[in-house]
C-alpha cells in the first residue's frame, strides 16, 4: 500500500511552454500532499504544501504565478511550470500523507518516483 | 532553528561490512524521524520511521535506526551491506502538527566497495 505516481517521469520542453506535472495517491486519501524540488547531488528543497479543496502554501522564494499547484480531488494534485526556462530544468518530487491513518502514522509520507523536467 | 545535518557526505564501505550513517536534529517540538533512501533517478523510499516508544526502530531491508534524544540523534545501522545499498540516504524530521512538511538533511552518499 502507500503508493504514489508521478506523471510524467521524463519531459523536454521548449523554453516558453508550460508542462504539468501530475502526483497521484494510488491507494490512500491525501489530504495534503507536498512538492519538492531537487537538484543534482543535492537535498530535496519543499517548494510547497497542497490542500486538497484550498490554496497551497507556497515557500519563500517559489513563484506561486510560475509554479502553480491544484490539488483538486483526494488522490490528484497537479503542478504546472508555466512558462518553463532552462533555469526550470529539474528533478520534481511529490509526496502525500496518508489521510485515513490516525495519529503518527499519518504523519508519514510517501514519496513518487518524480519528474526529470529539462527546458531546452 | 530547526535543521538537519547529515556530517557525512560520501561514505564508502566494503561488502558485507557494517554501515552507520550518522543524523543529527534541531527540532523545536517533539520530532517524527524517518530514514529515505533514493536510488539514482528514483523518487524516495522509507526506510524506517521513529515516532515514539522503543528507540530503536527496525526498517525494511535489514536496516534499523536509534532514537538519542540527548544526543538530538538518528543514526541509521546496517550490520552487513549489500551492493545493492549504494544508494542517497536521506534523514528527515517533521513535527506532529497534521500537515507539517518534512525538513530534509543533505543526504549521504553511500558507495559499496567489492
Known amino acids: 500500500g502507500a503508493v504514489v505516481s508521478q506523471h510524467p517521469s521524463w519531459v523536454i520542453c521548449k523554453s516558453g511552454t508550460s508542462v504539468k506535472i501530475e502526483c497521484r495517491s494510488l491507494?490512500?486519501?491525501?489530504?495534503?500532499m507536498f512538492w519538492y524540488r531537487q537538484f543534482p547531488k543535492q537535498s530535496l528543497m519543499l517548494m510547497a504544501t497542497?490542500?486538497?479543496?484550498?490554496?497551497?502554501?507556497?515557500e519563500q522564494g517559489v513563484e506561486k504565478d510560475k509554479f502553480l499547484i491544484n490539488h483538486a480531488s483526494l488522490t490528484l494534485s497537479t503542478l504546472t511550470v508555466t512558462s518553463a526556462h532552462p533555469e526550470d530544468s529539474s528533478f520534481y518530487i511529490c509526496?502525500?500523507?496518508?489521510?485515513?491513518?490516525?495519529?503518527?502514522?499519518?504523519?508519514?509520507?510517501?514519496f513518487g518516483p518524480g519528474t526529470r523536467l529539462l527546458v531546452l | 532553528a530547526q535543521s538537519v545535518t547529515q556530517p557525512d557526505i560520501h561514505i564508502t564501505v566494503s561488502e558485507g561490512a557494517s554501515l552507520e550513517l550518522r543524523c543529527n536534529y534541531s527540532?523545536?517540538?517533539?520530532?517524527?524521524l524517518f530514514w529515505y533512501v533514493q536510488s539514482p533517478g528514483q523518487g524516495l523510499q522509507l526506510l524506517l520511521k521513529?515516532?515514539?516508544?522503543?528507540?530503536l526502530v527496525q526498517g525494511i531491508k535489514g536496516f534499523e535506526a536509534e532514537f538519542k534524544r540527548s544526543q538530538s540523534s538518528f543514526n541509521l545501522r546496517k550490520p552487513s551491506v549489500h551492493w545493492s545499498d549504494a544508494a542517497e540516504y536521506f534523514c528527515?524530521?517533521?513535527?506532529?502538527?497534521?500537515?507539517?512538511?518534512?525538513?530534509f538533511g543533505k543526504g549521504t552518499t553511500l558507495s559499496v566497495s567489492s
Open positions: 509526496s502525500a500523507r496518508d489521510w485515513g491513518l490516525a495519529g503518527p502514522g499519518g504523519e508519514t509520507q510517501y
Open positions: 528527515a524530521v517533521g513535527a506532529s502538527q497534521a500537515g507539517t512538511a518534512l525538513i
Open positions: 497542497s490542500n486538497e479543496g484550498s490554496k497551497a502554501t507556497y
Open positions: 527540532y523545536g517540538a517533539t520530532p517524527y
Open positions: 521513529y515516532f515514539s516508544g522503543d528507540t
Open positions: 491507494d490512500f486519501q491525501a489530504t495534503t
